[in-house]
């Protein structure tokens, strides 16, 4: 779920917390068609620079769709790591 913690990392990016809702539902959907959705923080921000434009190729995400995607990922990260 998108938690307040995470609308604030978002709004501290200059991200509408919105945009989180997205990417999440798209995360959980789209991204979980070939495999269990990966847990965000197994992966580094710089390994998630290499996999999510792979990923979101594979999806078939339209680029504003990986960059909610992208902006959901960073908003758990930074919760993750403040
Ligand atoms: C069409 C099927 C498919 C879809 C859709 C898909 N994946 Fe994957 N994913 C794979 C396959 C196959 C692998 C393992 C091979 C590889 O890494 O390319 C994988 C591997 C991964 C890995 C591990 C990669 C690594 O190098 O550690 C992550 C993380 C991941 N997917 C995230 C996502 C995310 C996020 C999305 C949505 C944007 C997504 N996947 C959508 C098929 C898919």
Do not use: F
Request: glycine share 8%; net charge negative; aromatic share 4%.
């Amino acid at each position: 779920m998108v938690t307040a913690g995470m609308s604030s990392a978002a709004a501290a990016n200059g991200v509408d917390p919105a945009v989180l809702g997205r990417g999440r539902a798209l995360y959980v959907g789209s991204c979980a068609r070939c495999h269990v959705p990966v847990e965000v923080t197994s992966r580094t921000r710089q390994q998630w620079d290499e996999i999510l434009p792979r990923m979101a190729d594979k999806a078939g995400l339209e680029p504003v769709e990986e960059e909610e995607v992208a902006a959901y990922i960073d908003a758990v990260i930074d919760v993750a790591e403040p």
